[in-house]
């Protein structure tokens, strides 16, 4: 390995090349020219070191003993792919030439080559990197502000839902996300926003539960001076702040009836008047909801107004959970495992088959973002290059629920046959609340996280099979 050069200004370049003379003469002439420059006669040791050194060119001899040139550049394509290659031989032929560029290369160089064409070429593919990060960035921005991430799976039924984003997104029509916790409700919302001619304006999230009732209108609609005590001057409300954009109501089947109330005069009206306020504030938005309730459920019981249900329900999209849709979870892993490891500095971490599969045959309680979770954890905790089954932190406590539930909905065992529709269902929901809250220790917060259920509602559940004493209060 041959010392960097000091006073870096114009790019990481890093150089495999198993002559040590070249490899000394390329760091000196980069380093004159302005760039920070490192050498390896070993490749192998090369890519240990490039995870901290972070290159913005790699240039490669072809013929190493180690690893030949094409074997680096196949490699750099799959755990480096933005960093452009420029391949470096003696050997120079047009065949050389073509299966390199075919392969990925920014460029070919044969030796013996000028000063002034190498730096030109490293120059060329700084500014290509630099072109293609910008474009990422301004697509990120485009899509939503870099949130509306793409909707991924090979499932036929997130291709229903991408093409209910297509359909929807053109229009200004209310729309209704339905799907249990963790599914991607928002990234879906985040994608209707950007593929919208709303996309320039903001997209703001309002998560309901998340406001205390007695605070959900000011944040809602904003207040005037004097309103209430310490409202010492006038605030915009985040519908407001959305004028122009998209609202989006996250679990909006939490908001309290008074709200629903005026929510209900948003859409119908299109104006909001604030806190204390004596004027209506006309306002333009699109407005998204989305909730892991059962809607027919909550305005059956009483809970939910039918008139602001058929006012957001223009457009539904239901989102499936993951275990509905075991074909996606490859791809969802595997591209978590390329976004976390880049940002965890680990990019050459894989993916075994056997912990693929793993997490193929798992259920997924938590749906998308609790593979996200698991991916992460194993990125963090793993020491080795490669994750393992056993690296994944998968709670089999969580497997052995699925196969109870499994053997409650698959058969007659356990159960005397034939038997009531209705007294079936109640029969399990019991078993399920009983599993779901001894599994969470008794503690209904996260009950209701691993469920989808919110607090609220899932009070209610266990009260109404009579579990609520038996389990929470005794836990």
């Known amino acids: 390995m041959v010392p960097q050069t000091a006073t870096p200004n114009r790019g990481r370049v890093v150089i495999f090349d ?71 031989t003696a050997y120079g032929t047009v065949e050389g030439a073509v299966a390199a560029m075919q392969a990925g290369a920014f460029n070919y160089i044969t030796k013996p080559f000028e000063q002034a064409n190498l730096v030109a070429q490293i120059s060329k593919a700084l500014e290509h990197r630099r072109v293609v990060q910008e474009n990422e960035r301004l697509s990120e921005q485009l899509a939503g502000q870099g949130q509306a991430r793409e909707i991924l799976g090979n499932s036929p039924q997130i291709a229903r839902v991408r093409d209910m984003i297509a359909r929807a997104a053109p229009t200004d029509s209310s729309v209704l996300i339905t799907g249990p916790s963790g599914v991607g409700k928002e990234l879906v919302a985040q994608a209707i926003h950007a593929q919208s001619r709303r996309a320039g304006g ?18 809602m609609f904003g207040y005037e001076r004097g309103a209430f005590t310490g409202a010492d001057r006038s605030k915009m409300g985040l519908v407001e702040l959305a004028q122009g954009g998209t609202l989006f109501l996250d679990e909006v089947a939490e908001l309290p009836a008074e709200m629903q109330v005026k929510l209900l005069r948003v859409i119908q009206e299109r104006e909001i008047q604030r806190v204390g306020g004596l004027r209506q504030i006309p306002v333009d938005l699109r407005l998204i909801a ?24 223009v457009i539904h999209i239901e989102i499936p959970a993951l275990s509905e849709r075991p074909e996606d979870v490859p791809l969802l892993a595997e591209r978590f495992m390329e976004r976390i490891g880049r940002r965890m500095l680990r990019p050459d971490l894989r993916l075994s088959r056997e ?5 193929r045959q798992y259920h997924w309680p938590g749906n998308v973002r609790e593979l996200e979770n698991v991916i992460e954890r194993a990125i963090v905790l793993t020491t080795g290059q490669e994750i393992r089954p056993e690296d994944l932190t998968i709670d089999l406590r969580r497997r052995e629920l699925a196969a109870e539930e499994g053997a409650v909905a698959g058969g007659p065992t ?10 079936a269902r109640d029969m399990f929901e019991r078993q399920y609340l009983r599993n779901l809250v001894e599994y969470a220790g008794g503690n209904i917060s996260h009950a209701a996280h691993v469920s989808g259920i919110s607090r609220r509602n899932l009070y209610d559940k266990l009260e109404r099979v009579g579990l609520d004493e038996e389990l929470v209060r005794k836990r």
């Open 355 to 359: 912990a693929l599969e793993a997490l």
């Open 290 to 313: 989305a909730t892991n309730r059962d809607l027919d459920e909550e305005m059956a019981a009483g809970r939910f107004r039918e008139d602001l249900y058929y006012r957001l329900n």
């Open 202 to 219: 903001r997209f703001v999230a309002i998560n309901c539960p998340s406001v205390p009732p007695s605070l959900i209108e000011s944040e």
């Open 414 to 423: 356990g159960i005397a046959w034939p038997i009531d529709y209705r007294a």
């Open 18 to 88: 198993d002559e040590p003379s070249m490899g000394r003469i390329l760091v000196k002439t980069l380093g004159l020219e302005g760039f920070e420059a490192r050498s390896f006669t070993n490749p192998v040791e090369g890519f240990e070191a490039l995870n901290e050194l972070q290159p913005d060119v790699l240039l490669t001899d072809v013929r190493m003993p180690e690893m030949d040139g094409l074997t680096v550049l196949e490699r750099m394509r799959r755990q480096y792919p933005d960093v452009p290659v420029l391949i470096i």
